[in-house]
């Protein structure tokens, strides 16, 4: 069974920085596009940043500048560095990938983490 972990949510001053990690674990034969979803209170989820796995990147426009993500194929994992957060990015993170499992013949598969909060005062 192919799961998603997200870790490193939590509150933060305007202006301040968090790192979000994901690993994805089970019998896995390869991971294709990953990325970065978030949802916020009465809105639809959207995608924040997403990395293919020869690392080739793209962002929202609104986090442009702000947000890095970066990916460890060796470890399975992605990564979400948020800088100079503003309160309008106060959202449920979701990890997301496309993973073939062992088994499925090379049959590529949508994945979601269980989430984790970030909230931003001002």
């Known amino acids: 069974q192919v799961q998603l972990v997200e870790s490193g949510g939590g509150s933060v001053q305007a202006g301040g920085s968090l790192k979000l990690s994901c690993e994805a674990s089970?019998?896995?034969?390869?991971?294709?596009?990953m990325g970065w979803f978030r949802q916020a209170p009465g809105k639809q989820r959207e995608l924040v940043a997403s990395?293919?796995?020869?690392?080739?990147?793209d962002y929202r426009d609104s986090v442009k500048g702000r947000f890095t993500i970066s990916r460890d194929n060796t470890k399975k994992k992605i990564f979400l560095q948020m800088n100079s957060l503003e309160p309008e990015d106060t959202a449920v993170y979701y990890c997301n990938a496309n993973i073939v499992a062992i088994g499925d013949w090379g049959r590529s598969s949508n994945y979601w983490g269980q989430g984790t909060q970030v909230t931003v005062s001002s």
């Open positions: 089970g019998m896995i034969a390869r991971i294709d596009n």
């Open positions: 990395i293919s796995k020869d690392l080739v990147t």
